[in-house]
């Protein structure tokens, strides 16, 4: 099956940094990858939708100029959190598609758990 | 408006069968699916139907029934690992997936 990474597993960092990750398709070519967020016993609310070699596509309420999304290959792409603060500490979870597969799934990667202290 | 409803939490015994329910209403269809997650974890797939009807699995099993706007994920011979968060999503026209909030379901000896 399809197997997307994650980088790094959990981070934590100072208030004020930027922290990068990074999202991989290891086996396929992610056309489409998406960017969730999921606090504490809620459910997945997705960030943004990137396409390769494109800008992202920003949900309602996500600042972008706080959440950095690249999609510059069609196996990688990143979430650069920037300045950093105790309320953006959350699990952070990509997933990929390929739409050129004709297959609907999207494949998810094992999560970014993000604490700013 | 695109709205998913699943019911928050579900008990079952060890060995027994559950059926966890979930209800759309997206702005198009292209697939409902299911995921299981567990806590701390990403979630990982389970099924998808696009077509009505059963599709079987294993001891898992998901039902839909598109002009209802209804699907259900059938767990046999419950075992103490399947103790998670079970996740219905449905896709829309714009390929997008539309999540609910997902089940918690609890195993008991």
């Known amino acids: 099956g399809a197997v997307v990474s994650q980088h790094p597993s959990w981070v934590i960092c100072k208030s004020g940094t930027s922290v990068k990750i990074e999202c991989r398709s290891l086996?396929?070519?992610?056309?489409?990858m998406f960017w969730y967020r999921q606090f504490p016993k809620q459910s997945l609310m997705l960030m943004a939708t990137?396409?390769?070699?494109?800008?992202?596509?920003?949900e309602q309420g996500v600042e972008k100029d706080k959440f950095l999304i690249n999609h510059a290959s069609l196996t990688l792409s990143t979430l650069t959190v920037t300045s950093a603060h105790p309320e953006d500490s959350s699990f952070y979870i990509c997933?990929?598609?390929?739409?050129?597969?004709?297959?609907?799934?999207?494949?998810f990667g094992p999560g970014t758990r993000l604490t700013v202290l | 408006g695109q709205n998913i409803d699943q019911p928050t939490e579900m008990t079952a015994t060890e060995g027994a069968i559950v059926q966890i329910n979930c209800t759309y209403q997206?702005?198009?269809?292209?697939?409902l699916f299911w995921y299981q997650q567990h806590a701390g974890e990403a979630p990982t797939f389970l099924s998808y139907?696009?077509l009505d009807g059963l599709e079987e699995k294993g001891r898992f099993s998901s039902f839909l029934s598109r002009s209802k706007g209804y699907s259900y994920l059938l767990l046999k011979e419950l075992q103490m690992k399947d103790s998670a968060s079970y996740l219905c999503?449905?896709?829309?026209?714009?390929?997008?997936?539309?999540w609910g909030a997902g089940t918690k379901l609890i195993i008991k000896p």
């Open positions: 997933s990929a598609r390929d739409v050129t597969s004709g297959y609907n799934e999207q494949f």
């Open positions: 086996d396929f070519q992610a056309t489409t």
């Open positions: 990137s396409n390769e070699g494109s800008k992202a596509t920003y």
């Open positions: 997206t702005s198009g269809f292209n697939g």
């Open positions: 139907n696009v």
């Open positions: 999503a449905a896709m829309d026209s714009n390929y997008q997936l539309i």
